[in-house]
């Protein structure tokens, strides 16, 4: 079992960038397909982002702004978010499977606790 932690959210302005991480502890992130997921309040939990030893995909949405990366070394996964925006604040969520799934977030197995964006226009 893998134990996630978030950290680096907090309060920027419009346009400013931040880099969120996820510290895994009991198994190694390489076991895994990791991903990161965000909450807006009063929306649906929604899938961000994906990164596996090999590959990296990002949604659609925020790809030109947004890049997913992994430490294996490090056992950390990173969220390098840039240019944000208004519709970005949410609490922001990794999470780790050992399934093939990619976007489906019932696919996920273990979750942090979250870290909180807020962005000011």
């Known amino acids: 079992q893998v134990q996630l932690v978030e950290s680096g959210g907090g309060l920027v302005q419009a346009g400013d960038s931040l880099r969120l991480s996820c510290a895994a502890s009991?198994?190694?992130?390489?076991?895994?397909?990791m991903a990161w997921f965000r909450q807006a309040p009063g929306k649906e939990r929604e899938f961000v982002a994906t990164?596996?030893?090999?590959?990296?995909y990002v949604t659609t949405s925020v790809k030109d702004r947004f890049t997913i990366s992994r430490d294996n070394a490090k056992n950390t996964m990173y969220l390098q978010m840039n240019s944000l925006k208004p519709e970005d604040p949410a609490v922001y969520y990794c999470?780790?499977?050992?399934?093939?799934?990619?976007?489906?977030?019932?696919?996920?197995?273990?979750w942090g606790q979250g870290t909180q964006v807020t962005v000011s226009s």
């Open positions: 990164v596996t030893n090999t590959k990296t």
């Open positions: 009991g198994r190694t992130i390489s076991e895994y397909r």
């Open positions: 999470a780790a499977t050992s399934y093939a799934s990619t976007t489906t977030m019932a696919s996920y197995e273990y």
